[in-house]
């Protein structure tokens, strides 16, 4: 993807990074998965470029902040993972049909009740799983 799409913006600034990153955290190397997403921050609340050719298909936003939130949660640091997966989920208006945008929102709930704030976790569950029983 690199060397087909080298002036591609989302292909070079979040796709890759966000590849890269999940590669690093498969192997255990949390850092370089960190520092991946970093190299992602500045682009990451654009607009991908597919939005104006499919209708508006976003895929592919915000997915390094989801890696990163990714990455805090496996290091144990949950409020910073909170934190990033709140970002994809105050911005419905990137993600709109995007999968990232529950997946978020499963993240967020997960990294709330391993921080010990189980209340919030459990309505943020309720806010993904409206129809469950208690």
């Known amino acids: 993807m690199e060397k087909r799409y080298p002036e591609d913006t989302p292909t070079q ?24 997403t970093q190299a992602a ?24 902040v989801y890696v990163r939130g990714l990455v805090y949660s496996r290091l144990g640091r949950h409020g910073e993972a909170a934190a990033e997966f709140q970002k994809i ?19 967020l709930a ?9 209340a919030k976790s459990l309505a943020v569950y309720g806010e993904l799983l409206p129809n469950r029983q208690e």
């Open 41 to 64: 921050a500045p682009y990451e609340l654009a607009i991908p470029g597919t939005a104006y050719f499919t209708g508006g298909a976003f895929f592919g936003a915000l997915y390094p």
């Open 89 to 107: 989920l105050d911005h419905p208006g990137i993600t709109l049909n995007d999968p990232i945008g529950p997946l978020a929102r499963l993240q």
């Open 13 to 36: 600034f979040s796709y890759l990074p966000a590849l890269r990153a999940l590669t690093a955290l498969n192997h255990g190397d949390m850092e370089k998965a960190l520092e991946m």
């Open 110 to 118: 997960r990294a709330l009740s391993a921080s010990g704030e189980r």
